[in-house]
């Protein structure tokens, strides 16, 4: 982690502002954020399995079915990606299919990390939107 903070140091040195504070405090709130981001995707995992486990706990199913309309849901999936605009899209794929954090995202297209997580917001709205999903 403290190389990618680093790294996001180098990146971003040209938005540092002496006149608004010290390095140190720049630097030490870029590690904050990035250790916040750290605990709130281990959460999130964490719940993601725990929702899941408690799937597990259902009465058996029909696997053939389920195996089905994954597929089907898959396809509505890709067919409403298509329907993003291309830097939605690529931060997304990137994110579920790629499994890249939201910061490894912001490095690999060379985008500052709050653009990345604005294009994955409002992608997935989108998303939503076009499947019909509530919420």
């Known amino acids: 982690m403290l190389q990618e903070v680093f790294l996001e140091v180098w990146q971003t040195a040209e938005r540092f502002a002496p006149n608004k504070g010290q390095g140190r405090s720049w630097v030490l709130t870029i590690a ?5 981001d750290r605990v709130r995707s281990a959460q999130a995992s964490t719940q993601r399995d725990v929702k899941a486990g408690f799937k597990d706990l259902d009465v058996a199913h029909d696997g053939v079915a389920e195996q089905v309309e994954l597929k089907i849901e898959g396809r509505r999936v890709v067919a409403a990606l298509t329907t993003l605009p291309d ?22 297209v060379g985008s500052p990390l709050g653009t990345v997580k604005t294009r994955m917001r409002d992608g997935l709205s989108r998303l939503r939107a076009e499947m019909g999903v509530l919420g």
């Open 87 to 108: 830097l939605q899209r690529e931060a997304l794929v990137l994110a579920y299919y790629g499994g890249y954090s939201q910061s490894e995202i912001a490095v690999l």
């Open 32 to 36: 904050h954020r990035r250790a916040v």
